[in-house]
């Protein structure tokens, strides 16, 4: 806050001073208007965070890449940074000549296209468009319009930017000039993909925020009975947000970290459930205090120092496990770490400031209408008792043996599913999980032309072996054609002894059947010369993949090692350390199990994002440890008062209701992510969700104290703890 120390100068007979209150009294005003302050600044850039995004998985590669060497080198040759609409059209009965005419008035008419505020498309076009295609099938046409990329972010009228505005302006154009005459028409392609992107994404500031807000409040009035305490929380949630996005914004607007829309989704979820967590330990711990204290300033000062050593330090494990995310080769998962980071760090300061300064405000009235009493009743006194946490550590402290071997079987046989899970990624349609525009026009233009035309390979190559290249290249399997030429007869470009052979694939350029040919391609090249390089979209999805890959095999046992550090520091043990670790490296794969088993065949989806595993791991066993290390604190507390056994189940009763209380309200946090309709978040959603209700009622409920109680004193070795005599354990 920082708190005033009160202490026994500032009481007489357990009630404060006229000069202590008045010092409390001034604290709480100060942290109080100090946070009003933050929140009218830093409130609005929460909104404000989407213009500073960015979602090119170009730009996020590393610079050694070999698709993004060849997408520097192809500037040299065609407009790199053009972003490509395709307008199809189609008739079932066949395209007549009028159909043909049509098309042409249309395709020339899109430079004079009003976009909004007075502004042209002709103005962001890369090139004029030109070309009509017919299909093989005489049933469809083929019309590519190319935006200028690096002016697609740009604002033309009402918020909206020439991405977006340029493919609703021509889906309504279009419809209006070409459906009364019979024709189906989709404006597909990147460019319509992106812009569905954007559709997809523009609720993330209002929706997903306030959906996540909602649920949490709704928990809340269940665990509190109270109407008024879950408006402090939530409050402690926003603010903390506010704080976070403050820093952000700036940041991510002049270049120093990446945003894109999953990491602010994300970072809107961690900092809602992270703050929310929080404040339900330190809420926990002061009502506890206030049943043995008349002063709430006396009950606060020892339920904050009580309570800041685990939440600093779970706090701490997350944002260290997610800075290890800045070793990541890929800028939207290295982007996430500090972003992440931030938003716990706002939480915290948040919980630990705004939310004590807000119950001491209110008092014990914060509690209506379940208004805490001194009476000196405490949750320790559950043990072995009647209610649901007193029955669980009765059985804990019957039965450890059978309950941790029980409990780990039960875990391994859901991780057992593991190698099933799968996370090669998928087309950029399936991303979507409603039905879009750009979507339906992808699966209908596959029905017409080669499923890769439009986004063909490209294949930067030495112009003397320019004819080999193109030779190995139409003999690969699932490569439709291969040229270096713009057009047949006229001869290829050669810049600085180079060209570029552009390969149209068979299969959708963005699918993973597609990366497996560029995969195929690339291998028979090299045997021709390592100076071939093969890029462009797929080739960039390929390059993704096997980053995402690297990050698994560096990233996962980078981030074990922190939290086993950190986890030592705090228990001052070894064994218990890596007790938790392993407990929750168990829960990870159980957690990666049964969402192998929902996704494939429950749901039915297609795939997942090779980002996914990482996503997951980051996000369970850093914050699945906070509620290992909640019990633990407090169980090494309750032990070095009444020994280990003892302790251990006295600080399973004191925690498992908070606890688990604090498991359902970042579960349903996570869920909110599912209203938004892209796959990644709604499959990171279910992981999560489930990952966590899975660690508070199996893991830290029976797995960790069970098997802590078998093992006995000897669980907090080398620590004094560890030499505890028989009698007391």
Request: with cysteine; charged share 15%; aromatic share 6%.
């Amino acid at each position: 806050m920082p708190l005033p120390t009160g202490g026994g100068e500032l009481t007489v007979n357990n009630k404060v001073r006229p000069r202590g209150r008045w010092a409390w009294r001034g604290a709480i005003a100060a942290v109080l208007i100090g946070w009003l302050v933050l929140g009218a600044i830093g409130g609005p850039t929460v909104g404000k965070l989407s213009e500073v995004q960015e979602n090119d998985n170009a730009n996020f590669l590393p610079k050694q890449a070999e698709s993004t060497l060849v997408a520097n080198e192809s500037a040299k040759f065609v407009d790199s940074t053009a972003l490509p609409y395709f307008v199809l059209v189609e008739r079932d009965a066949g395209i007549t000549p009028a159909d043909l005419t049509a098309a042409r008035g249309f395709l020339a008419k899109v430079p004079a296209l009003d976009l909004g505020g007075g502004k042209k498309l002709g103005d962001y076009l890369a090139s004029p468009p030109q070309t009509v295609i017919p299909s093989a099938d005489k049933k469809a046409l083929l019309l590519t319009v190319e935006l200028d990329g690096d002016r697609a972010d740009e604002v033309v009228a009402e918020g909206e930017t020439v991405l977006f505005a340029t493919a609703d302006t021509m889906r309504d154009e279009i419809k209006k000039d070409l459906t009364p005459s019979g024709l189906k028409v989709y404006v597909t392609g990147p460019g319509g993909v992106f812009a569905d992107f954007v559709v997809a994404f523009s609720g993330i500031d209002g929706i997903l925020l306030g959906v996540a807000l909602a649920v949490v409040f709704l928990i809340l009035l269940i665990v509190y009975r109270s109407p008024i305490l879950p408006i402090a929380v939530l409050l402690t949630a926003v603010f903390g947000l506010a704080l976070a996005a403050s820093v952000v914004y700036p940041l991510a607007k002049n270049g120093v970290l990446e945003l894109n829309g999953q990491s602010q989704g994300i970072l809107f979820i961690l900092v809602v459930g992270a703050a929310t967590d929080y404040s339900l330990l330190l809420v926990s711990r002061y009502k506890e205090e206030l049943h043995d204290y008349t002063s709430k300033y006396d009950a606060m000062r020892i339920a904050w120092r009580a309570s800041i050593e685990p939440i600093a330090a779970s706090a701490a494990t997350v944002i260290l496990g997610l800075l290890c995310l800045l070793l990541s080769q890929l800028g939207s998962t290295k982007g996430l770490g500090p972003v992440g980071a931030i938003g716990i760090f706002g939480a915290l300061v948040a919980s630990m400031t705004f939310l004590p300064a807000i119950l001491l405000a209110f008092g014990r009235r914060i509690f209506w209408p379940s208004i805490p009493q001194l009476d000196h009743v405490h949750a320790r006194d559950q043990v072995g008792g009647r209610k649901l946490w007193g029955r669980v550590s009765g059985l804990v402290g019957r039965h450890p043996r059978r309950v941790w071997v029980i409990s780990a079987l039960a875990l391994l046989a859901c991780g057992a599913f593991l190698p099933t899970f799968k996370a090669s990624g998928i087309s950029q349609e399936d991303l979507f999980l409603n039905k879009v525009e750009s979507v339906t026009g992808t699966e209908e233009l596959g029905k017409h032309f080669d499923a890769g035309a439009g986004t063909p390979v490209q294949i930067l190559t030495p112009v003397s072996q320019a004819e080999q290249v193109v030779q190995i290249a139409t003999q690969v399997d699932g490569v439709a054609a291969a040229s270096a030429s713009a057009a047949p007869g006229v001869p290829p470009k050669v810049v600085d002894g180079k060209v570029l052979v552009q390969a149209t694939l068979k299969v959708k350029a963005d699918s993973p059947a597609a990366t497996k040919v560029v995969e195929h391609l690339r291998t028979e090249l090299d045997k021709v010369s390592p100076d071939v390089l093969v890029g462009g979209n797929t080739a960039i999805n390929l390059d993704v993949l096997d980053a995402s890959n690297r990050d698994l095999r560096v990233i996962i046992p980078t981030i074990l090692a922190v939290i086993f550090l950190v986890l030592m520091l705090l228990l001052r043990s070894v064994l218990a350390a890596v007790l938790l670790v392993v407990a929750n490296v168990i829960s990870f794969a159980a957690t990666l199990g049964v969402s192998a088993i929902a996704f494939n065949h429950i749901f039915g989806f297609p795939g997942a994002d090779p980002a996914i595993p990482l996503y997951g791991f980051v996000f369970l066993v850093a914050l699945g440890i906070d509620y290992s290390i909640f019990l633990m604190t407090r169980v090494r507390e309750e032990s070095a008062d009444q020994g280990t056994r003892p302790g251990i189940l006295t600080g399973l009763a004191v925690t498992g209701g908070v606890i688990t209380s604090a498991g359902v309200v970042l579960a349903a946090t996570f869920s909110a992510l599912a209203v938004l309709p892209i796959l990644f978040l709604v499959q990171t959603a279910f992981l999560v969700a489930f990952g966590v209700l899975l660690d508070t009622t199996i893991v830290r409920s029976l797995l960790v104290p069970a098997l802590a109680h078998d093992i006995g004193p000897k669980i907090w070795w080398p620590s004094k703890l560890s030499r505890e005599t028989p009698h007391r354990g």
